[in-house]
Nanobody
Framework: QVQLVESGGGLVQAGDSLRLSCAAS????????MGWFRQAPGKEREFVSG????????DYADSVKGRFTISRDNAKNTVYLQMNIVKPEDTAVYYC?????????????????WGQGTQVTVSS
């Protein structure tokens, strides 16, 4: 079993940068593909970004491509989401998720474990 804890959320202004972190428990972190999802009030949870076990494959939703960067440090059991040039539309609760797979997928149903989420609020 894997436990995930997100951190780094907060209140920022449009155009600013923010880095989210997701710390995983145990020593099997490298066996999971990781993903970031977000959910705004009244909306369904949506895929933001995913990364393979080794970090060699990365995937981004069209809405964040070119602005966000996903990375991981398996030695620290941590995955990151660097958010640049943030927009008010990025406001949401951001969730970290783990999937027993080599390559990340976009469907949230494929992920086995989820963190509690961290709030990101972008003011205009």
């Amino acid at each position: 079993q894997v436990q995930l804890v997100e951190s780094g959320g907060g209140l920022v202004q449009a155009g600013d940068s923010l880095r989210l972190s997701c710390a995983a428990s145990g020593r099997t972190f490298s066996s999971y593909a990781m993903g970031w999802f977000r959910q705004a009030p009244g909306k369904e949870r949506e895929f933001v970004s995913g990364i393979s076990r080794t970090g060699s494959i990365r995937d981004y939703a069209d809405s964040v491509k070119g602005r966000f960067t996903i990375s991981r440090d398996n030695a620290k059991n941590t995955v990151y989401l660097q958010m640049n040039i943030v927009k008010p539309e990025d406001t949401a609760v951001y969730y970290c998720a783990a999937d027993i797979a080599v390559v990340p997928v976009r469907s949230l149903r494929s992920y086995n474990y989820w963190g509690q989420g961290t709030q990101v609020t972008v003011s205009s």
